[in-house]
């Protein structure tokens, strides 16, 4: 009784924001949605075997807040290749991912991980919202220039006693 009264003074749930994304590592690969890509038919799926690095960036936002202004971005990127040939970095937000509890797909699929270097960025990131002067990249994982694009990478063994 008492869900349907508020049901009907919140009246219907809002639409789903068009805009909005769903970003997921699991042990088929990497995996990039929303309502928008899908209306496009754009690519949400790739496999670990595509994904050329992982990193951090720290960047000046493409279009400034009309409040704030020009603002530094924290965002997390992976590079895997293009339908031109070139390698093409797509960006999530930095708040998709805690440093602490990686999903343990992305630590087990990317061995060698360089968890110093995500820190570095995150703690250049930390310092502001307007710190232009530490705009970089941060590449934590690259595949190993010898092993060719569309393979998976060699998984590490047990350490030596």
């Known amino acids: 009784m008492w869900s349907r009264i508020k049901r009907f003074l919140n009246g219907p749930p809002p639409p789903e924001d068009p805009l909005r994304e769903t970003v997921r590592f699991d042990d088929a690969g990497f995996t990039r949605s929303s309502e928008l890509a899908r209306a496009m038919g754009i690519q949400e799926f790739w496999p670990w075997a595509d994904i050329q690095e992982f990193g951090f ?33 797509m960006d999530f937000d930095e708040r998709v991912l805690d440093i602490d509890h990686l999903p343990p797909a992305l630590l087990h699929n990317l061995p060698g991980l ?3 270097v995500l820190r ?10 307007r710190h232009y002067d530490g705009e970089g990249e941060w590449v934590a994982w ?13 998984t590490p063994g047990p350490a030596p006693a």
Do not use: C, H, K
């Open 142 to 154: 690259r595949r190993d220039a010898n092993q060719p694009p569309g393979t998976q990478p060699a």
């Open 120 to 129: 570095a960025g995150l703690a250049t990131a930390a310092r502001g919202l």
């Open 114 to 116: 360089d968890m110093a």
């Open 57 to 89: 960036v720290f960047t000046q936002a493409i279009y400034p807040d009309p409040w704030f202004g020009d603002y530094m971005e924290s965002l997390w990127f992976i590079r895997v290749p293009s339908d031109g040939g070139t390698m093409m970095r």
